[in-house]
C-alpha cells in the first residue's frame, strides 16, 4: 500500500471522480480530522454536501421498497445464488436514459403497495365483524329497529361459567315486563337477547354488567345480522377482486425489474460519488484527497491524475499510519483468503500464510469428511454452481474452496473405503443376497483406527513445526538471531528429541537414546533462556515456564486427533444408516424402508460432518497453526469503486 | 442384574442413548433465544434454526452407539447371544463415554448456541462466527464418541 494524495483544481474534481471509480484502486479517506490541526483550519473546509447525500440515498431507499414489492407480488422465481447481471459498457451507457421510466415504474409499485395495504386492512376489518357477528345470525331483528317508545333490545354475551338463571333472576326482581331469550352458544359464551323497559334499564344493566354480561354495541347498522354478513361477503369479495387485479399490475410490472434495478445501482453509484466528495477537504478554488492505494496499481492512477493536470504524491506508510490490507495470493490459493478473512486480516505488513495453509485446510477436511460418494456430489453440485452462477467475491471463494475440499473428501473416501459408507456391500447382501467387499485402496480406519490416529499426529506434528517454521523465519526478517535460536531452535531439538525418545524405539532402538539427549539438551536450553529478558527471580520462573510449555505443545499435537474423529464419525454414523436402513429385509416394504431412511440418514450424515469437517479443518489453522505466529487485526482494504447490488458493469479500466 | 451380562449391554445401550436428555436441554436453551431473535425479525427463522440445531448432534451420536450395541448383541436381529458378564460390562463401559459427555456438552452447546444467536441478532454479518464458538463445543462429544466406538470396536464378538 502507499498513500496517495492529490491536490487540485475545483473544476476537476467531478472528472476525477467520475473516472477515478471506474478504476477501483484508491481507498479514499476521511479527512475531517485534519481539521483539528490549526494549520489546517485556517486554510481549509470539508467539503461536505449532506443535503445531495440525502436526496440519492432517498431515491435508492424508494427504489429499494419497489423492489421488494416486486420481489414479495410479482411471482417471480427466486434464484438460488443473488448473483449481478454483466452489462457491457455499451449498454451501460443507455441506463440513466431511462431514469423517467424507472421513477415512474417505482412511483406506480410503492402506490400499488399502499393500496395492496388499505385492501388487507380493510380485509382484516371485515373480518372482524364477522367473527362478532356471526353468533348472532338467528336474531331476526334489523339493527336499526332495537328501540320502541318504551323498550329496548339489549344484545349480549355471558360467559359459560356464569349462570344465565341468576342473571334472569336479577332481571325479574326489577322488572316482570322483559323477555330475555338465547340466540346461540359456542364454547365459552351464551349470546343472549333481552327486552327490556327503557325506564328500567338504568338500573338493570349495571347489575346484570357485575355478573358477567357483556353488552354488545351494534351502532349505526341497518337489516338484519343475516344481511350484515352478507354485505360484508360481498364487500370482501370485491376486495379480493381488486387484491388479485392490484397483484396482476405488480406482475406485469415485475417484467420490468431490470429497469428498477439498473436505476437502483445508477443511483448507488452517484451516492458513493457524493460520499466520497464528503470526505475531501477544499478551499475555495482547490480540493484535497488521501487515500490507499495498492502498490502495482499505481499507474493506471498516475495516468489519470496526470491527464486531469492533478498535483500528486505517492508515500510509503509511516510508522502512525493504517494501511488497509489487500490479500495477494496465487490465483490457485484465492479461495482459501475467505479461511483467513474469516479469522481477521492479518495486521498490515504482517504474514500472510494463506498459500501455506491452503493445502493443509483441504488435506484436512478430506481426512475429516472421508466419503468417496459425500466427495463426489460437492464435486458435481458445487461444479454445476461454479459453471452456472456468475458468483463474485466471498461467496465465489467459499464455493471454489468448498470444490477443492470436495476432491479432497473423495480421494480420502476411496483411500478408506467409504463409499456411503458400506452402502454398496449391504444392499448386496440384503437385496441380491450376494457378498461384495469394496477394498479400501488403503485402510479402513474402522478397522485399525490407531493408524489413522497415529497419522492424524504426525500431520499434527509437520503442522506445527511448519508454523514454528514461519515463526522463526519472522524473527529472522528481523535479525532476531538469539530469539530465533532460543525460542524456535531449541523447540524443534526439544519436541523431536521427546518423540524419538518416546516413541523411536519403534523404528528403531538406537533412536531412542539420540531422542534421550536431544531432549536433555533442550529442556536444559529452554530452563536457561526462557527468563533471558526478566530480571532476577524472573529469570528462573521464566525458565520454568517455559519448560511448561511442552504440555501446550502435547494439548496442540493431541488436538490433531479430531482428525481421526471426525474420520470416524462420517463412517460409522453412515454404516449405522444403511444397517437400520437394511432393517426391513428383502422386500417391497423392506427397499422402501431402506431408501426412505438411506436419503433421510445420509442427508443428516452429510450436514452434520461438512460442517464439522469445515469448522474443525479451521479450527485446527487458528488455533493451532495461526497461534505460533500470526498477528491479526488488519483492516480490509475497500476501494472507491461501484457498489452496485443488481448489475456488473464490464470494467475495461480494471482489467487492463 | 449385574451378573446379567446381556441386562449390562443394553443398560450400555440406554446409558448411550442419555446423550438425547443433552441434545434436548440444549436445543431447547438455543430454542428460547431463537425465539427472542425471531420476535425482531422474523426473517431470521431459517438461519436462527441451523443455531439451534447444533446441539442435537449429541444425541444423534447416543443413538448411533446405543444402535451399534443392540446390533452387535443381536439384540435387534431377534436372537440376543449370550454375552459373558465381563462382555456385558465392556458393551456398558462403551455406552457411557457418549453418555455422560453427550448429556454434558449438550447442555453447554445450547449455552454457546444461545450466545451466538444473540450474536446473530446484532451482527448478522458474524454469524459464521457464532458458529464456529458453538461447534468448538463438540468436539468433545466427538471425542467421547470416538472412545464409545473404539472400545466397541474392540470388544469381542
Not at chain 2, 431463537?34 to 446441539?55: C, E, H, S, Y
Request: aromatic residues 10%; negative net charge.
Amino acid at each position: 500500500m502507499q498513500k496517495i494524495s492529490v491536490i487540485s483544481l475545483k473544476e476537476n474534481r467531478r472528472e476525477l471522480l467520475d473516472r477515478l471509480i471506474e478504476l477501483e484502486a484508491v481507498e479514499i479517506r476521511d479527512q475531517s480530522y485534519k481539521l483539528s490541526d490549526d494549520l489546517w483550519k485556517e486554510n481549509v473546509y470539508p467539503d461536505y454536501v449532506p443535503e445531495k447525500i440525502a436526496y440519492y440515498e432517498g431515491k435508492v431507499t424508494r427504489a429499494q421498497q419497489a423492489l421488494d414489492v416486486v420481489v414479495e407480488y410479482g411471482g417471480l422465481k427466486k434464484p438460488l445464488f443473488k448473483t449481478r447481471r454483466i452489462v457491457s459498457a455499451e449498454e451501460a451507457q443507455f441506463i440513466p436514459s431511462a431514469k423517467g421510466t424507472a421513477e415512474e415504474l417505482i412511483e406506480r409499485l410503492i402506490g400499488l403497495n399502499d393500496k395492496l395495504r388499505q385492501e388487507r386492512e380493510e380485509i382484516n376489518r371485515i373480518d372482524v365483524d364477522d367473527l362478532m357477528l356471526e353468533p348472532w345470525t338467528e336474531f331476526d331483528v334489523p339493527l336499526d329497529q332495537l328501540e320502541t317508545r318504551d323498550t329496548m333490545v339489549l344484545m349480549g354475551a355471558l360467559p359459560a361459567v356464569f349462570d344465565p338463571a341468576a342473571m334472569e333472576q336479577t332481571v325479574s326482581a326489577v322488572t316482570d315486563r322483559y323477555v330475555m331469550k338465547q340466540i346461540s352458544e359456542d364454547k365459552s359464551r351464551r349470546f343472549l337477547a333481552l327486552i327490556l323497559p327503557k325506564d328500567k334499564a338504568e338500573e338493570i344493566v349495571p347489575a346484570i354488567k357485575d355478573q358477567g354480561f357483556q353488552p354488545l354495541e351494534l351502532k349505526d347498522r341497518e337489516g338484519t345480522v343475516k344481511e350484515n354478513i352478507e354485505s360484508n361477503q360481498s364487500r370482501k369479495a370485491g376486495l379480493e377482486a381488486e387484491r388479485d387485479k392490484v397483484y396482476s399490475e405488480i406482475a406485469a410490472i415485475a417484467s420490468q425489474k431490470d429497469v428498477i434495478e439498473d436505476y437502483y445501482d445508477l443511483m448507488a453509484v452517484e451516492l458513493e460519488k457524493r460520499k466520497a466528495r464528503n470526505k475531501l477537504l477544499r478551499t475555495d478554488k482547490t480540493f484535497f484527497l488521501e487515500g490507499w492505494i495498492p502498490v502495482n496499481r499505481e499507474e493506471s492512477v498516475k495516468a489519470l491524475l496526470d491527464s486531469l493536470g492533478c498535483v500528486y504524491e505517492f508515500e510509503d506508510p509511516k510508522e502512525e499510519d493504517t494501511p488497509p490490507v489487500l490479500l495477494k495470493n496465487p490465483g490457485f490459493f484465492t479461495p482459501l483468503e475467505g479461511i483467513t478473512e474469516m479469522y481477521s486480516l492479518p495486521a498490515y505488513g504482517s504474514f500472510d500464510p494463506t498459500s501455506i495453509f491452503a493445502l493443509w485446510y483441504i488435506v484436512f477436511f478430506g481426512m475429516m469428511f472421508s466419503d468417496a460418494m459425500y466427495g463426489l456430489i460437492m464435486i458435481v453440485v458445487l461444479g454445476i454452481v461454479l459453471k452456472k452462477y456468475n458468483l463474485e467475491g466471498s461467496m465465489k471463494k467459499m464455493v471454489t474452496m468448498l470444490f477443492y475440499c470436495g476432491i479432497s473428501t473423495f480421494v480420502f473416501g476411496a483411500l478408506f473405503g467409504g463409499w456411503f459408507g458400506n452402502a454398496f456391500e449391504v444392499v448386496a447382501e440384503t437385496f441380491f443376497g450376494k457378498t461384495i467387499d469394496i477394498k479400501p485402496l488403503w485402510f479402513d480406519p474402522l478397522d485399525d483406527p490407531l493408524t489413522l490416529l497415529l497419522i492424524s499426529l504426525v500431520l499434527g506434528v509437520a503442522h506445527l513445526f511448519l508454523a514454528l517454521g514461519i515463526e522463526g523465519y519472522l524473527l529472522l526478517r528481523e535479525g532476531k538471531v538469539t530469539d530465533f535460536v532460543c525460542d524456535i531452535l531449541l523447540w524443534y531439538d526439544t519436541v523431536i528429541g521427546l518423540i524419538m525418545w518416546l516413541g523411536g524405539g519403534m523404528i528403531s532402538e538406537s533412536l531412542a537414546p539420540i531422542g534421550k539427549w536431544m531432549s536433555i539438551i533442550g529442556i536444559a536450553g529452554l530452563l536457561l533462556t526462557g527468563g533471558r529478558d526478566r530480571k532476577g527471580a524472573g529469570k528462573i520462573i521464566g525458565g520454568f515456564s517455559n519448560v511448561y510449555n511442552i504440555t501446550g505443545w502435547l494439548s496442540d499435537i493431541l488436538s490433531y486427533a479430531r482428525i481421526l474423529a471426525l474420520g470416524l464419525a462420517t463412517g460409522a454414523i453412515a454404516q449405522v444408516v444403511n444397517t437400520m436402513g437394511a432393517l426391513g429385509g428383502k422386500s417391497v416394504v423392506g427397499v422402501i424402508m431402506f431408501v426412505v431412511i438411506f436419503i433421510l440418514g445420509h442427508l443428516l450424515n452429510f450436514a452434520i460432518n461438512a460442517l464439522g469437517a469445515f469448522i474443525h479443518s479451521a479450527r485446527l489453522q487458528f488455533v493451532e497453526f495461526f497461534g505460533k505466529f500470526y498477528v491479526d487485526g488488519g483492516e480490509p482494504f475497500d476501494p472507491y469503486r461501484m457498489k452496485t447490488k443488481y448489475v456488473k458493469v464490464e470494467n475495461s479500466a480494471i482489467n487492463s | 442384574m449385574l451378573t446379567d451380562g446381556n441386562g449390562l449391554a443394553l443398560l450400555g445401550a440406554a446409558i448411550a442413548a442419555c446423550a438425547g436428555c443433552g441434545s434436548g436441554m440444549g436445543v431447547g436453551i438455543a430454542g428460547q433465544a431463537a425465539a427472542g431473535v425471531v420476535a425482531g425479525d422474523p426473517k431470521k427463522f431459517g438461519r436462527t434454526l441451523i443455531l439451534q440445531a447444533l446441539p442435537g448432534t449429541q444425541g444423534i451420536y447416543g443413538v448411533v452407539i446405543a444402535f451399534l450395541i443392540m446390533v452387535k448383541t443381536g439384540f435387534l436381529g431377534g436372537a440376543m447371544l449370550d454375552l459373558t458378564v465381563a462382555q456385558g460390562w465392556y458393551y456398558l463401559a462403551a455406552g457411557v463415554p457418549i453418555g455422560v459427555v453427550g448429556f454434558a456438552s449438550g447442555i453447554g452447546q445450547g449455552r454457546a448456541a444461545a450466545s451466538a444467536l444473540q450474536l446473530m441478532a446484532k451482527r448478522p454479518d458474524q454469524m459464521s462466527k457464532g458458529i464456529i464458538y458453538t461447534v468448538m463445543v463438540e468436539t468433545y462429544a466427538i471425542l467421547a464418541f470416538v472412545v464409545s466406538i473404539l472400545i466397541w470396536l474392540r470388544i469381542p464378538a
